[in-house]
């Protein structure tokens, strides 16, 4: 009789839980089974080094200040943000960006092998053009845009709009790093906001502009890659055929594209020219928590707390039970997965590029918690 009127009681909660809350509606084992795993996530990542050294020993990340008070906080500029200093300087100059830029990365002592190494020439076009007040300006705007556009879309979805003023500010959060001057020249802050701003304006049936926004972040840079096939995944599983062949084309265009640049950058390689060491290092958990941690706000918490933020954040695009949480959900797993795998601990950066809207997860978070442990306890 006991175990019935837990059934009935779990039943009844499900029926009453709303739709969008998707840990309410899950049998005891399930829960349990997710309740374990993520309890031992958090007490792993807890006691996770995350470094930008290789060897695991602590190394310092360069600090996020602007550039005249870096200036001023005695602060040397990083060998990579001077090297695309230099870069844009030769553009802006009027130089050919293939006729230098191998020379240049080989006089840096930087790989040109293989000719991935090599960035996109994006950026540093549209940095040479604007100029750094320019690019302030931009910056401001797409961090308003980006707010705004998850502002509308937390209002949209289901079980978003209570949610829409914790989550607006938490993307503010997220992305106030875009402004830091500093960083200007990275190519993943400025692809990470843009990933921000195309899934937060991505609406299944209305998705232009979230494929105009990403073709864009994905020109900057290919670490996008990703992104633009889940979305067109999702695409094809909803069948919405029109919008998968829309991302099957952007990724045409793209493989059409960076062949381009590879033509371009090979007659500058040299036989003698070394390799770039390998970036499939299996770096685990301390890959996937350090890349994130490292290259976002929450570098100021202690790595202790930093960490396991890092695995709530997904848990709460889980327990968001929308079009924005199954997407954020597969998203952050995916990339979390890829950093364990692939990545070496000085290209930290990386998460840069998946960062910035991570952030939201936390406001789900003590729904998805709640709901998870009710369920466990088969009770609504």
């Known amino acids: 009789m006991g175990g019935d009127s837990a059934g009935v009681d779990r039943l009844d909660g499900a029926a009453t839980a709303p739709a969008w809350n998707r840990f309410a509606q899950w049998g005891a084992w399930p829960a349990r089974t997710l309740l374990a795993v993520v309890a031992a996530l958090l007490v792993l990542a807890a006691f996770t080094p995350l470094t930008a050294s290789m060897d695991g020993a602590p190394s310092e990340v360069p600090a996020f200040v602007g550039g005249e008070g870096a200036a001023q906080a005695g602060i040397e500029r990083d060998d990579d943000l001077a090297f695309y200093d230099r870069v844009i300087e030769r553009i802006d100059r ?71 003023r914790i989550g607006a500010a938490l993307m503010l959060m997220g992305a106030s790093l875009g402004l830091n001057r500093y960083y200007f020249v990275l190519h993943e802050l400025w692809a990470g906001m843009l990933v921000a701003l195309a899934f937060g304006l991505h609406r299944p049936g209305r998705w232009a502009w979230s494929l105009t926004i990403a073709a864009l972040a994905l020109a900057i840079r290919e670490h996008v890659l990703p992104f633009v096939l889940l ?52 770096r685990g958990l301390s890959g ?57 601990a000085n290209n930290f950066y990386w998460g840069a590029v998946v960062a910035p809207a991570m952030f939201i997860g936390l406001a789900f978070v003590p729904m998805a918690l709640s709901s998870l442990v009710k369920s466990a306890r088969g009770r609504a």
Do not use: C
């Open 94 to 164: 009027g130089e050919s960006y293939y006729d230098f830029i191998v020379e240049e990365q080989r006089a840096s002592d930087y790989p040109v092998r293989p000719g991935l190494a090599v960035r996109l020439p994006t950026l540093a076009h549209i940095h040479a053009w604007l100029g750094e007040p320019g690019m302030l300006v931009l910056a401001l705007l797409l961090m308003g845009a980006t707010v705004w556009a998850w502002w509308k879309r937390l209002g949209e979805e289901p079980g978003g709009r209570s949610m829409r």
């Open 288 to 344: 996937w928590l350090g890349n994130v941690v490292l290259s976002s706000n929450l570098r100021f918490l202690p790595h202790e707390i930093a960490g396991p933020l890092v695995v709530l954040m997904v848990l709460g695009w889980a327990g968001w039970k929308s079009s924005a949480g199954t997407t954020g959900t597969f998203l952050y797993l995916g990339y979390g997965l890829a950093f364990m795998i692939a990545g070496r």
């Open 231 to 282: 979305l067109g995944a999702m695409a094809a599983w909803r069948r919405d055929w029109q919008e998968a062949a829309a991302w099957a084309s952007l990724v045409l265009v793209f493989v059409a594209a960076m062949a381009w640049h590879l033509s371009l950058v090979a007659p500058h390689v040299l036989p003698s020219d070394p390799e770039s060491p390998d970036w499939l290092v299996l």
